[in-house]
């Protein structure tokens, strides 16, 4: 059963960084894609970033493309997504994810999530 733990919230200043971290507490990371997805109050939840088993296909949102990285450590099990020049539009709850195979956007794509993190950045 993969369970997924998330770290590195916060809150922080507009033109910021925060790096979120999420450990995978089973034996499937190094096979699994890696995701993040957030949720803004009233929104839905939406496609962040995603990284293939092998850190070789990063993928974005255009939203966050440039200023957003996500790599990942399988010897640690843990995926990072490094956010730079934060905006108050990325102000949501951040959700680390996972899924066997390859990339993907859609949430119901992925099968397993985390309880997810604060980010809070402030104008």
């Known amino acids: 059963q993969v369970q997924l733990v998330e770290s590195g919230g916060g809150l922080v200043q507009a033109g910021g960084s925060l790096r979120l971290s999420c450990t995978e507490s089973g034996r499937t990371f190094s096979t699994y894609t890696m995701g993040w997805f957030r949720q803004a109050p009233g929104k839905e939840r939406e496609f962040v970033a995603a990284i293939d088993w092998a850190g070789s296909s990063p993928y974005y949102t255009d939203a966050v493309k440039g200023r957003f990285t996500i790599s990942r450590m399988n010897a640690r099990s843990t995926v990072y997504l490094q956010m730079n020049s934060l905006k108050p539009e990325d102000t949501a709850v951040y959700y680390c994810?996972?899924?066997?195979?390859?990339?993907?956007?859609?949430?119901?794509?992925?099968?397993?999530w985390g309880q997810g993190t604060q980010v809070t950045v402030s104008s």
């Open positions: 994810t996972a899924r066997p195979g390859g990339l993907g956007t859609r949430q119901s794509e992925y099968t397993a």
